[in-house]
């Protein structure tokens, strides 16, 4: 196993499920940024996290992506209680993480940018060249296999939308072996059009048997393709549904605090009703 994962071999953990976190806690300093977090993704479903600003999703991403270690609780990956260590770490477990700035050259063609840094080549020695054509096949395939038809991958990626961006990036991820595919706040630029269009590409990647954490503070874009969701809160988990057990209402409500919302309803009502008698008074009119 690679230096950059430890890992320990666990007998009673099931091994169905791609990756599984039990009680997870992470500090820094005195701040607990997140603690006692329960989640699992199994292949070909969509794992849903939830939460505002500030709500412990950006430290959940990192230690599932490798950029840092838990300090409380259970990491298990392919039935193994694991730390890893590095991003390269968890690529090469099968993870990989597409973040909101996509990480892409604008102004190079499409074919290199899915390539980037994994570029292919033929020949030997000083004869060694970059295999241009098979990388535009393969960019071309990868792309209309997740369903976008793109008629010259040699056009500039920054000439596409932020959702065939998006497209890109996931298609990349799913060829260079991922099993496990984050998309952090994938759907937070974009319009109602193009938001639908990386949604249709969350479920082809789901189709393709690959276990999806989306992450989004948008319950209306979470609730038609998740499976499962988990709602965060100031680093703790507030709720963790599969999808039979919660309505996109109850699940909006949660992550508004039902509570809250109703209080703050209330007191809406109230300045309203005396807005209204200011009104009257002002108006000469006696209530």
């Not at 430290?59 to 890893?84: N, P, R, S």
């Not at 056009?155 to 998006?166: F, H």
């Not at 039902?258 to 309803?265: C, D, K, Q, S, V």
Request: aromatic share 6%; charged share 20%; with cysteine.
């Amino acid at each position: 196993m690679d230096q950059n994962l430890t890992a320990q071999p666990s007998a009673d953990h099931p091994t169905d499920d791609l990756l599984t976190l039990k009680s997870i806690g992470k500090h820094y300093g005195s701040v607990s940024a997140l603690h006692g977090v329960d989640m699992s993704v199994a292949p070909g479903r969509v794992t849903c996290v939830l939460g505002d600003n500030g709500a412990g999703k950006s430290t959940l991403i990192k230690i599932i992506a490798g950029l840092h270690q838990h300090d409380e609780g259970e990491f298990i990956l392919h039935g193994e209680a694991v730390k890893l260590k590095s991003p390269r770490a968890a690529l090469d477990a099968g993870i990989a993480a597409v973040y909101q700035d996509l990480a892409v050259v604008p102004l190079m063609p499409v074919w290199r940018n899915f390539f980037l840094g994994s570029e292919l080549t033929i020949g030997r020695g000083p004869f060694k060249r970059l295999d241009v054509q098979k990388m535009k096949e393969i960019t071309k395939q990868e792309l209309f296999d997740m369903g976008i038809d793109l008629r010259d991958v040699e056009q500039p990626i920054g000439q596409l939308s932020g959702g065939e961006r998006q497209c890109v990036a996931i298609a990349r991820a799913v060829y260079f072996g991922a099993k496990v595919l984050i998309l952090d706040e994938p759907t937070a630029a974009l319009g109602v059009k193009q938001s639908g269009v990386v949604l249709r590409y969350i479920l082809q990647a789901r189709d393709r048997g690959l276990g999806v954490i989306f992450i989004t503070h948008n319950p209306h874009h979470a609730y038609p393709v998740g499976d499962s969701f988990l709602l965060l809160k100031r680093g703790r988990s507030i709720g963790y549904y599969s999808k039979s057990e919660i309505t996109v209402g109850e699940l909006t409500a949660q992550m508004a605090g039902g509570a809250e919302l109703a209080e703050l309803a209330h007191e809406l009502e109230q300045l309203g009703g005396h807005d209204e008698q200011l009104a009257e008074a002002e108006m000469g009119i006696d209530p």
